[in-house]
Nanobody, 125 residues
Framework: QVELVESGGGLVQAGGSLRLSCTTS????????VGWFRQPPGWEREFVGV????????SRADHVRDRFTISRDNTKNTAYLQMDNLKPEDTAVYFC??????????????????WGQGTQVTVSS
């Protein structure tokens, strides 16, 4: 069982930055692919980005690729989502998720087994 805890959300003005963290107390964190998803109010959960277990491969959604960066520090059992130049349309609950990397990175919610509780990000105009 992998328990994930997100942190770092909050209220920020448009153009600002936030860094979300996704931490687990589980073992073998490097064995898990970590994905980031978000769910805007009234919308379905959508893919933001994903990072391989070793951190060498990442993929991001087109609408955030030039503003968001995904990284991880396996020595700290933590993955990060750095969000720059935030826009009001980035307002959402952000989730991190993980799977055991047996089927590639994954870009859909159904590809991921373990989920955090989510953290709210609100961007004011």
């Amino acid at each position: 069982q992998v328990e994930l805890v997100e942190s770092g959300g909050g209220l920020v003005q448009a153009g600002g930055s936030l860094r979300l963290s996704c931490t687990t107390s589980g073992r073998s964190f490097s064995s898990y692919v970590v994905g980031w998803f978000r769910q805007p109010p009234g919308w379905e959960r959508e893919f933001v980005g994903v990072i391989s277990g070793g951190g060498g491969t990442t993929s991001r959604a087109d609408h955030v690729r030039d503003r968001f960066t995904i990284s991880r520090d396996n020595t700290k059992n933590t993955a990060y989502l750095q969000m720059d130049n935030l826009k009001p349309e980035d307002t959402a609950v952000y989730f991190c998720a993980a799977h055991d990397s047996s089927h590639g990175l994954g870009h859909y919610a159904k590809d991921f087994v373990y989920w955090g509780q989510g953290t709210q990000v609100t961007v004011s105009s």
